[in-house]
């Protein structure tokens, strides 16, 4: 005779596709499923006609469980389309073979991104025979306890040797913008590869319009040319970097210091970072300037 509440037996669920009434419920999730490291709202999850794009969820009754969601990875990476998961973990492998039923044509790669704390996503990836193809990292500063000072003496000797850092105007001349697309471009093409960091290309105009509408970039000049740049975006009390590149042959860490050093004084009390772990210049670069490292992110992979 069958236990009518043997909770032993796998639960039952409803695999369907996304519709938009389900989006509180997927701001709910998606916030669950990265720990809150970021906050996503209702008006983030949209039915989309792009073929490309496809978001299933799982529903038990009535209620929405788990949910997801395919999309390509970025122009960085045009073969991969990127896996995304939350909710409970049972349901993953239902949804992930409904969407494996119907791929879109022309890619090759499935990657999937978590943080090696998220326990349901590194369970799935694991068993579903993703490979642990590339790792990141991620760190945070208290600007509270920041210290410019201790930078002083390095900015005196690299002042007297020509170097000059300054907050770039958005309205600068188009020279400025050409040099720092062309700086841009340069990072790119020299920093280690790792689809999660790699950011897709900008246009010079696609730089500058997005360094208008939200972030703040500081430069630094010798004699006139423009040899580094960094990038932050203020969300509320916390600043996050973007993008920092210098020419090799003027590395160093006052320009991102100067740039924490500003945060810190227009009120911001917490400053957030990351990077491939194959870029041990700019880890250890960001580790004298005291930021404190977290669990690492993965990049699954699986060939198609």
């Known amino acids: ?43 983030h999850f949209r039915e989309s006609a792009d073929p490309r794009r496809k978001r299933l969820v799982a529903e038990r009754a009535g209620a929405v469980i788990a949910t997801a969601h395919l999309a390509p990875f970025g122009e960085a990476t045009p073969d991969a389309l ?7 973990g049972a349901a993953f492998t239902p949804l992930y073979l409904a969407l494996l039923a119907d791929l879109p044509p022309t890619f090759t790669r499935l990657l999937g991104v978590c943080r090696e704390d998220f ?34 003496g390095l900015e005196e000797r690299l ?8 907050w770039l105007d ?21 920093a280690p590869r790792n689809p999660t960091t790699t950011p897709d290309p900008l246009t010079r105009d696609d730089l500058r319009q997005t360094v208008r509408r939200e972030e703040q970039l500081f430069v630094v000049r010798l004699k006139g040319e423009i040899v580094a740049l960094t990038r932050l975006t203020p969300r509320g009390a916390e600043v996050e970097s973007e993008h ?32 491939t772990v194959l870029n041990l210049p700019m880890l250890r670069v960001n580790t004298r300037l005291g930021y404190r490292t977290e669990a690492m992110w993965v990049t699954w992979e699986r060939r198609l």
């Open 119 to 152: 326990t349901e996503q590194m369970a799935f990836f694991a068993a579903a025979g993703f490979r642990n193809a590339c790792q990141s990292w991620g760190a945070h500063l208290d600007l509270t306890a920041f210290d410019f000072g201790r930078f002083s």
């Open 159 to 166: 002042f007297l040797r020509g170097y000059e850092v300054e």
């Open 1 to 43: 005779m069958t236990d009518r509440h043997d909770h032993s037996a796998p639960p039952t669920f409803a695999v369907r596709p996304f519709q938009n009434a389900d989006a509180p419920a997927m701001a709910r999730l998606v916030t669950g499923s990265v720990r809150g490291h970021w906050t996503y709202a209702p008006e």
């Open 82 to 88: 990127r896996l995304n998961l939350a909710g409970e």
């Open 170 to 190: 958005p309205d600068a001349p188009d020279a400025d913008w050409d040099a720092l697309h062309d700086l841009t471009l340069e990072g790119v093409r020299d």
């Open 244 to 275: 920092t590149v210098t020419r090799a042959a003027h590395r160093g860490q006052l320009l991102k210091a100067h740039a924490l050093a500003w945060a810190r004084e227009t009120g911001h009390t917490h400053a957030g970072t990351g990077g």
